[in-house]
């Protein structure tokens, strides 16, 4: 167990960020937390339990403002990035530079940034958003500056995550699933309990900085976490080879169908071209594994698909649950349903008009 530290949360209103600072705070650490707005984090259950204040990683004098009012931080927890938003590889590179150097100036010990894995072959000809992340990793090392620990992860599975609601929506939505062959590209995913607890256990001095790849202790690939998504759930689905289709293309059909923004699904599934396995795995022998072992594929999967209905994200029966702070597409089409008849008719009447976004996004596509 790391001794008591003081901790700065960035990003921490996004979904491993706001479980992160329940696993910290249950951890005994005192946490920072920024963001913009910094009353917009009054909607959190552990707002009462934490040191707020506004910061804006874009606007130097902002950040260099923020760590001042922090006050003496031990390591800050990068977890900020853009993907889904216009021209967001240049804003993020510069606002990982800016906060790595205020963190400089105001002598915090250690950047710890949650990055996706770089595939063979390094940076070259990777999607806008693989490219992204590893530009950030880059940008927050600066001379003299703070060390970096950089953890590397592919798809995090946990109901809420962008990633397994993308799988959620196009299985439950899909009566035919197409299995177009870059699905069987290697892909090694990692629970959200596991990404919290090495998270968390890398604040420690004692983990060197570097880059670390972390994955769960099954090998897998894109078309695994489909088939064990369809195993966890009653409605048996047709699965068919399809001929080769560009992963621009499948972007902009997923995105025309299911709720999670359309630039956020085109940017994560046009990533899909990748081979996304870990190339190593040192951080086991320097962090030992956690209570009962990483989870597999097949455990993960099914406690997101068996979530409850969303509750306070610090009271979550299992971190893999839906928190009420999740975004409001997040949890599958029951749930927004029922979110839909407390608000309004919004959820039912997007799942009516996917058709009709699904025809003119291909209208629309080069």
């Known amino acids: 167990m790391v001794e008591r530290m ?13 479980r992160l600072v329940c696993t910290l705070l249950g951890r005994g650490h005192e946490v920072v937390v920024t963001s913009r707005n910094a ?65 400089r100036d105001a002598g915090v010990g250690r950047i710890i940034y949650l990055g996706g ?13 693989l490219a992204s992340r590893a530009e950030v990793g880059d940008a927050l090392s600066v001379p003299d500056g703070p060390d970096v620990v950089w953890l590397r992860a592919a798809v995090v599975l946990g109901a809420g995550s962008t990633s397994f609601e993308i799988i959620r929506y196009l299985s439950d ?28 256990e890398v604040a420690d001095p004692v983990v060197t900085a570097g880059a670390y790849d972390i994955a769960g202790p099954d090998r897998g690939k894109y078309r695994t976490m489909i088939e064990e998504y369809l195993r966890a759930i009653p409605h048996p689905r047709l699965r068919v080879w399809a001929p080769p289709v560009p992963t621009r293309l499948a972007g902009a059909v997923g995105g025309a169908v299911i709720p999670v923004p359309f ?3 085109a940017d994560l599934v046009t990533s899909l071209d990748h081979p996304m396995n870990a190339s190593e795995n040192r951080i086991r022998s320097i962090v030992p594994d956690p209570p009962g072992g990483l989870l597999p594929i097949r ?62 996004s291909l209208a629309s596509w080069p």
């Not at 003496?72 to 927890?77: F, I, R, S």
């Not at 939505?173 to 968390?200: E, F």
Request: charged share 25%; net charge negative; hydrophobic share 45%.
């Open 299 to 360: 455990v993960a999967v099914r406690a997101a698909v068996h979530s409850r209905y969303p509750r306070p994200v610090c009271e979550l029966a299992d971190v893999h649950h839906l928190a009420e702070t999740d975004p409001d597409w997040a949890g599958g089409d029951w749930v927004r349903l029922r979110r839909g008849v407390r608000n309004g008719v919004r959820g039912v009447i997007d799942t009516a008009t996917a058709p009709i976004r699904l025809a003119s």
């Open 6 to 18: 003081r901790l700065l949360v960035t990003g921490a209103t996004g979904y491993v960020g706001s």
């Open 173 to 200: 939505r899909l009566p035919v699933i197409p299995l177009p062959s870059w699905i069987d590209n290697p892909m090694d995913p990692i629970s959200i309990r596991d990404v919290l607890y090495y998270l968390a």
């Open 39 to 103: 009353d917009s984090l009054r909607r959190f259950s552990w707002h009462d339990r934490v040191t707020p204040v506004a910061m804006d990683a874009h606007d130097a004098d902002s950040v260099a403002a923020a760590l001042r009012t922090a006050g003496d931080v031990d390591a800050l927890y990068y977890l900020l990035h853009g993907i889904g938003e216009a021209d967001f590889r240049d804003a993020d590179r510069a606002a990982a530079r800016t906060v790595a150097e205020a963190s």
């Open 263 to 265: 630039a956020l699904t």
């Open 117 to 129: 894995f770089v595939p063979d072959g390094g940076e070259n000809g990777l999607s806008t958003h």
